[in-house]
């Protein structure tokens, strides 16, 4: 079944077009990776599935809510990212409040939670991600792998369909990058749907089902991610792309 259905989409910024007709399904329960160099669009599209960014034209499902391009009010807006949470690069947590708060209050500002069943489930959730002992924390306290592992607790915690995670790693020291993997392999052990831009090709390889190949906002090719991230397809520019990454990884 998808959980994400995008039909014909593409974004203009400016003059810019900077989508070009995308259709993909995002199945639930799966993790579909995006691989793609750098300014392909990956972004761009994971912030569409969000409505953080609106499409120019064509539509997006996610669950039971249908966004189409000139037809999205407050509304839609706000039924469809009930149904998804963004992890962001840069992690995007609240400096001034604690980290149990930051994963708290979207559960209390959304009526899902009052404040003393948002707090258990806070505590829960940072807890599953290894922080229990720094929920009165600052984010700035905290290492970068441990921030990232914040904003995943937040995005967990909220329950959405599905979880949308931009690049998590990318902006960690290397000797952070494990622990955040790890958190987001525990998900898919879950079967929480993800939807994972990365540029960690064994990881995505390993944990993916399927594998969203992305250059000049088009979508090249896609398939099970075992297949097409192998470094082994019929495509000599993703094979080269992808091997590149695996060289950059082992130097
Ligand atoms: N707000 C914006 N205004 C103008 N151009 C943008 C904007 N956001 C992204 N772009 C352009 O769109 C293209 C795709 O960007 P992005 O989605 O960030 O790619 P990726 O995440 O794959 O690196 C790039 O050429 C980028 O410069
Ligand atoms: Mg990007």
Known sequence: MSLIEVKNLSVKIGNKEILKNINLNVEKGAVTAFVGPSGSGKTTLLR?????????????????????????????????????????????L?????VLENVANPLIYNHLANKEAAEEKAIEVLKSVGLAGVVNQYPVTLSGGQQQRVSIARAVAVKPKVILLDEPTSALDPELVESVLQTIAGLAKEHITLALVTHEMEFARQIADEAVFIEDGQILSKGPAKELLSGNTSSTRIDSFINSLKRSAIL
């Not at 999205?72 to 963004?86: C, F, G």
């Not at 609240?94 to 604690?98: C, E, P, S, Y």
């Open 48 to 92: 569409t599935l969000n409505l953080l960014q609106l499409p120019t034209t064509g539509s997006i499902k996610v669950g039971n809510t249908v966004a189409t391009a000139g037809r999205i009010n407050a509304k839609v807006v706000h039924d469809l990212r009930k149904n998804s949470a963004m992890v962001f690069q840069q992690f995007n």
């Open 94 to 98: 609240f400096k001034n409040l604690t």
